[in-house]
């Protein structure tokens, strides 16, 4: 009995694996291997040009253009906010970047807003069991679908000053100019292609809820409010949740949208992306870079708000969440003990509880 144990002890060095953890390492080895390839190369990439700046200018040593690349360490970020460069923006003359910032930011807030509402509610239509559901299926997620630089440009013959817009409203706005109107028919054409994403995520959610709890609930006399407030949202939250920061994180970088609707240099709809690719574009690879880190930087910031102030559970791991919500019990009860928070070794295997 007591060599079982020693030996189940032996097979469980981590408190949170059962026993499979060479497996599952050996399992997503590939995957990960793409990822480091795909994603870590241009990351180490980017930080290496950051700390470089290409020479330009005459030579004074030899007369000729300058060429290759210099060490400046921080220098391309402390010039970003040194030597300011004003432009007009929607939101007033500002920093170049100060006003990238806030485009990003007001895109992202507005259009995961938007596609939050609409996305529920095309997901509680597409859950409805009615004649002809695979075709408004298949219909809702047919913007999702189609090419992102596509759509910029069907939206764009949309919005031009002949287009279909201006003869529906009757009006002669310059949609495509810009002004305020461009980062409405950005928002427009966005919650147009990636609403049905949200959309697609929350119908996943909606369909694991028992309907016998909805049945249980019109017994009880809950109205259809009521059922979608305390049964609906509460149940589809995780799902929605992710949803929405998935939607969040992509709308934060967004670049072909803008970039094939109303084009480069136009400040009222110039993200922080738009403005790395035209530096880059212009050689100065240095403070692209460092734009593009500045990007990065405020994208994982905003990931880890959503993780921690709205339990975001982009793994998904019911031991993990077992362990964790151990863990707070113990710190619970110590503290209302008024004792130091001793946490005991939890073990955890697949199919069971935290014990």
Same mark, same amino acid.
Do not use: H
């Given at each position: ?17 059962? !026993? ?59 010039? &970003? ?17 100060? =006003? ?18 609409? !996305? ?19 219909? &809702?997620? %047919? ?18 000053? =002949?287009?279909?817009? =201006? ?41 694991? &809820? ?8 019109? %017994? ?21 949740? #992710?949803? #929405? ?19 480069? !240099? ?14 880059? =574009? ?40 077992? #362990? ?32």
């Amino acid at each position: 009995m007591a060599t079982a144990q020693a030996t189940e002890k032996k097979a469980k060095k981590n408190p949170l694996s059962d !026993g499979q953890g060479s497996l599952a390492a050996a399992l997503i080895s590939p995957t990960l291997a793409v990822i480091l390839f795909v994603v870590g190369i241009p990351i180490l990439m980017s930080l290496r040009e950051a700390v470089y700046r290409k020479n330009d200018g005459i030579d004074p040593n030899t007369g000729q253009v300058a060429s290759g690349e210099t060490f400046v360490g921080l220098q391309n970020f402390t010039d &970003i906010f040194a030597n300011p460069q004003s432009v007009p923006g929607v939101f007033g003359i500002m920093d170049r970047l100060v =006003n990238a910032f806030l485009n990003t930011t007001f895109f992202t807030i507005v259009c995961v807003l938007l596609e939050t509402v609409l !996305g529920v509610a095309m997901a509680l239509i597409m859950a409805k069991a009615f004649r002809g559901k695979g075709l408004v299926r298949a219909a &809702i997620l %047919v913007p999702w679908a189609i090419p992102t630089i596509v759509s910029a440009k069907m939206w764009g013959l949309i919005f031009d000053s =002949n287009g279909v817009m =201006n003869k529906v409203t009757g009006q002669d706005t310059l949609w495509l100019a810009d002004g305020p109107q461009s980062q409405w028919a950005i928002i427009m054409a966005d919650v147009w292609k990636t609403a049905p994403f949200i959309g697609l995520l929350t119908l996943a959610g909606l369909q694991t &809820i028992p309907a016998e709890v909805y049945e249980a609930a019109k %017994v009880d006399g809950a109205s259809a409010w009521q059922q979608f407030t305390r049964i609906t949202l509460p149940m589809v939250k995780p799902a929605l949740v #992710v949803a #929405v920061l998935f939607r969040t994180l992509d709308t934060m970088r967004m670049f072909d949208l803008p970039a094939g609707m109303i084009g480069f !240099g136009k400040y009222s709809v110039e993200t922080v992306s738009l403005l790395a690719y035209q530096e880059n =574009n212009n050689l100065r690879y240095g403070a692209a870079a460092a734009y593009s880190i500045i990007l990065f930087l405020y994208i994982v910031f905003v990931a880890f708000l959503f993780v921690k102030l709205l339990g975001a559970d982009v793994v998904g791991d019911d031991e993990l969440a077992a #362990v964790r919500a151990q863990r707070k019990r113990q710190k619970a009860a110590a503290k209302a003990a008024g004792q130091k928070p001793t946490l005991a070794k939890t073990t955890v295997t697949s199919g069971s509880s935290a014990t």
